[in-house]
Structure formats: structure tokens, C-alpha cells
């Protein structure tokens, strides 16, 4: 499936929409058979794969493969029968337990054929709307699409999500940082060092995780024990026995972070590094992404502003 390509939507081509969620896209000569896409509901994903077992997830599409020759006309009998399968009236029963008793906030659209959740990044945001029936994430316009069907399961949820969501707004983050705000731990942080045991070292030029840095990589280690025991201080989550010495990190790059495969869980937080996690390594690529906004957006104020001067200065004598 590698030669798979994309629409400017992210949708790969040729795609068709099959109703309620579901769609189906070509495989290619060298590899016959379907793509297919559809709501995240576990029921419904675990009978996809026993219908359809040698079905694999296709991360970067965001799809399941089915291989074979025949694997679009049994994927198509079978979505059909999910939808025929679906409660004809369930989509109206929404829209009137909504009417009778409406969410009213403003990280939610009531729109003709869904609901549509956009909040700020929230991993535990996710992770609810995951659980969620029918809920999709739409990236063509960056938000998630919430059936009405599903309207009484968001409901039990939306404390949830709001909550996690206002923690997510950007001021909140401010202000969270501001009152955690430790000069001391600040300083130390800057030095772009961290105490790791002599003999359970991390792997250097590798992406690995950290409680205080995130994800990091580690490009030397000292030789000598650490001597600043003050310094330890900062790092109170290391417990494992033996000598520390210094391990000097620096942030990975878009493409590091792209070839870390992720690990399910911290394996031994004790020794204060770990194999890089998808929560950290989401949460690296969005401070990433972060600072690479601000770069561009002071980056094009400075190129406008030397554009005005030297409008305002006139042109050159001759």
C-alpha cells in the first residue's frame, strides 16, 4: 500500500463515500484491494475484523486495508449491512433530545447533519470522543463530526471535554505555566542536561522520553558521577540505585520524532528516561509545530517591516 496517494482533503484517491460515516478507496496493481474508512465505535470494530481478519490499519491513511481481489465488493456487502443495520429514527431521536434539552457551548456546532466538536488539542479530549459511537474526525475542517444518533452519548461525555478543553485554551496554559513558574528549576532546565544512571544509560541520537524535558535526544554523557547533589533536586523522580552522571540533550527534529516508533507505556520511569511514548511524542510535535509558527510569524513581521523602511526611504539615488 505504499503507493497509495492523497487528495488535498488527506483522503486517498479515489474514494467514495459509502453513507454514515463509511467510504472505500482502491488498492493498487501490485497490491489488490479496499481501503476502508468509518466511524470509531468498538462494537463495529470488532466486527470488522472478524469479517475481515487479515485486515491491517494503514496509520498514515488512517484506513483499513483489506487485501484481495474481491475485497471491495465484500467490504461494500458488508457496510451495507451495517447501515441497513443502523436505527432508521436514530439520527431524529437526537436532534430531539437536543431540542428538548440543547448542549449550549462554544466548542460545539449543532449543523444539519452532525454535531461538530472543535476544542483546542486535548489528549483526554481525544481519547472521550474516541469512545464516542459514530464520532469521526474530520480533517478537512478540523474538528470532529458527532452524529445525532449519538447525541446522548456525547452528552454523558460533555463535562469531560469542555473541561479538558478550557484547560487546553491557550491563556489557561499561560496561566498554569506562570504559577508554576520555578527560576531554579528554569535555570537547571536551560543547561540542557539531565542525570541518568551510569550503568542503565539512554541510548544517544535516539528519541527517548523524560518527566521534566519531554521527549529528547540524548547526543553525550559524562563520565564522572554528578557531584551537584542540589542540582538532583530538580529531577525527584529518579529512584534507581548506582551512580547518576550527566546526560546533555537536545530537542529532536520533525523527522526523528517520524521515525520513532512509539512504546505502549514508560517501561522504568525510576532511572528518569524511557522509551518515547505517542503522548509525548504528540506533545513534542506540537511544541515543534508551535515554535515553528512563531518563527514564520516573526520571521514575515520583520520582512514587512524592512519592506517599509526601505519604501519609506525612496529609491536609491543614481
Known sequence: MGGAEQDGSGAPAGE?????????????????????AMPFDRALLARFKDTFPTARWRRKLRRWFVPGTTAEQRADAWIAREISALDAYGDDKGRDAYAFEPLESPYLEAGPDALVVRTPYSRLVVDTLRTIPFAAWAPEIRAWRVPWRSYEALKDVWGVIEKAAAASEPAARRARREAARNPAAEAERRRRRHPVPRGDPPPLGAAVETAEAGVVVFEALDDAPVAETEALAHYSGITAPGPLVWGWWRIPTFSELAETVPAAAPDATGRGWWPATRAGLEERLRRLRETARAQATRQAARDRKAGETQEAAGPEPG
Open 16 to 36: 467514495v463515500a459509502r453513507g454514515a460515516g463509511f467510504a472505500v478507496a482502491p488498492g493498487t496493481v501490485k497490491r489488490p484491494g479496499v481501503l476502508v
